[in-house]
């Protein structure tokens, strides 16, 4: 065998020793490249099971945050006044505007800072306030008028404008209640039937109870 055979059949040997060290390290570079993309696709689901149990964290504080909020809520709510109305009646002393006369009482709760009232109802009008000679009726008509402080027992007159023509009618009296101390503010409704007094005659004389 001469030596340009001996030398083509090294060089084949040599090339085909090459291609196979280049074939297996292409396949374990293979290998490791599929290792390497498991070993993203878990760390991404690590991620995502991650972010997903924040989430899920985050939505359970704010369900506990809610419900102490709540609860908080009602605890103020129950410790809150609360009225009722004694006794109310029409008034037509003044034929041109009758009103109604309603004693609103604090049956218990805290002492208030102020009690804004407003009123509706059928053939009502608005809060007649204090007297002022420049106003067409003679006095001041608002759509709510502070009564003042209040405290648990305490009885305010409240005296709301009736249409010149409605003796009897439900008035729905609306409460805004400041605390006296803190900021806690509430909010109450309570209503009452109001009709003429009934009048009595005793002596020839005629009164109104």
């Known amino acids: 065998m001469d030596g340009e055979l001996i030398?083509?059949?090294a060089a084949t040997a040599v090339s085909a020793g090459a291609a196979g060290v280049a074939f297996w390290q292409a396949h374990i570079a293979k290998g490791a490249a599929r290792?390497?993309?498991?070993?993203?696709r878990a760390a991404e689901a690590q991620v995502q099971s991650a972010e997903a149990q924040v989430r899920s964290a985050e939505t359970q504080v704010a369900l506990m945050l809610r419900q102490v909020q709540g609860e908080e809520a009602d605890r103020a709510e129950a410790r809150g006044p609360q009225f009722t109305i004694e006794k109310g009646y029409t008034d037509a002393s003044d034929a041109n505007v009758p009103r109604g006369v309603l004693a609103l009482r604090q049956t218990s709760g805290p002492a208030l800072r102020s009690v804004i009232v407003s009123a509706t109802g059928e053939g009502v009008e608005g809060m007649r306030g204090a007297r002022n000679a420049s106003?067409?009726?003679?006095?001041d008509r608002m759509a709510s008028l502070d009564i003042g402080p209040m405290a648990a027992g305490g009885t305010v007159t409240v005296y709301v404008d009736l249409n010149f023509d409605t003796h009897e009618t439900r008035v729905l009296f609306h409460l805004e209640c400041q605390a006296q101390t803190g900021s806690d503010v509430w909010q109450?409704?309570?209503a009452q039937w109001i009709e003429p007094p009934p009048t009595t005659t005793r002596i020839g004389y005629s009164f109104r109870r």
């Open 188 to 190: 109450r409704a309570v």
């Open 35 to 40: 290792s390497a993309e498991a070993q993203v």
């Open 135 to 139: 106003s067409p009726w003679g006095y």
């Open 7 to 9: 030398t083509a059949i």
